[in-house]
């Protein structure tokens, strides 16, 4: 079955660029989209953007100025770049496949956690 | 941008017990309606979609009805294993919102 893994830097310096690759296995990255999600520590679950692969995205207007997201069906991979980032982007971050038809996150991976500090 | 609340932020109650999560979107979003389950230290679970659909292999004590902009989450007996936050979502269109979160604890 399809499985995700986050990869990410662990920690990056306030006002830098955060980049987090999501590796999907197990199935083709092709004719889906996929999600960044985030959650900070105590806090809820925030949705960042949505990719799909032809390359479309979507994002979160709270965060759009600040993110990018990219796709590579060569290596069954896609990312994220956030951008200017601060302490208050430090969280887990996951990325998860979105079901077409309801748009639901049926799988996820299993987070990988970016701290931003100097 | 559509906001989804929930309702209570938290409860506490026993095992057995039947608990109810509450759900309201800022504005009718058709059945698009998901379920989460978040376990400390652990990825979210989606638990429903499309407001009633079970996910394979997640427990019937799990149901979950409402249309438009009200839904609520059910658990019908409520498990050890149960103690987790639950958080909705819709998926009606982006940016796809969460509700807070409740975080259900045992008696």
């Known amino acids: 079955q399809v499985q995700l893994q986050e990869s990410g830097p662990g920690l990056v310096e306030p006002s830098e660029t955060l980049s987090v690759t999501c590796t999907v296995s197990?199935?083709?990255?092709?004719?889906?989209?996929w999600n960044w999600i985030r959650q900070a520590a105590g806090k809820g679950l925030e949705w960042i953007g949505r990719?799909?692969?032809?390359?479309?995205?979507s994002s979160n207007p709270s965060l759009k100025s600040r993110v990018a997201m990219s796709v590579d069906t060569s290596k069954n991979q896609f990312s994220l770049n956030l951008k200017s980032v601060t302490a208050a982007d430090t969280a887990v971050y996951y990325c998860?496949?979105?079901?077409?038809?309801?748009?639901?996150?049926?799988?996820w991976g299993k987070g990988t956690t970016v701290t931003v500090s100097s | 941008d559509i906001q989804m609340t929930q309702s209570p932020s938290s409860l506490s109650a026993s095992v057995g017990d039947r608990v109810t999560i509450s759900c309201r979107a800022s504005q009718s979003i058709g059945t698009y309606l998901n379920w989460y389950q978040v376990k400390p230290g652990k990825a979210p679970n989606l638990l429903i979609f499309g407001v009633s659909t079970l996910r394979t292999g997640v427990p019937s004590r799990f149901s979950g009805s409402g249309s438009g902009t009200e839904f609520t989450l059910t658990i019908s007996g409520l498990q050890p294993e149960d103690v987790a936050i639950y958080y909705c979502q819709h998926s009606y269109n982006t940016p796809y919102t969460f509700g807070q979160g409740t975080n259900v604890e045992m008696k």
């Open positions: 197990g199935g083709s990255i092709r004719s889906n989209y």
């Open positions: 990719i799909d692969t032809s390359g479309g995205t």
């Open positions: 998860a496949r979105v079901h077409l038809g309801y748009f639901y996150m049926d799988v």
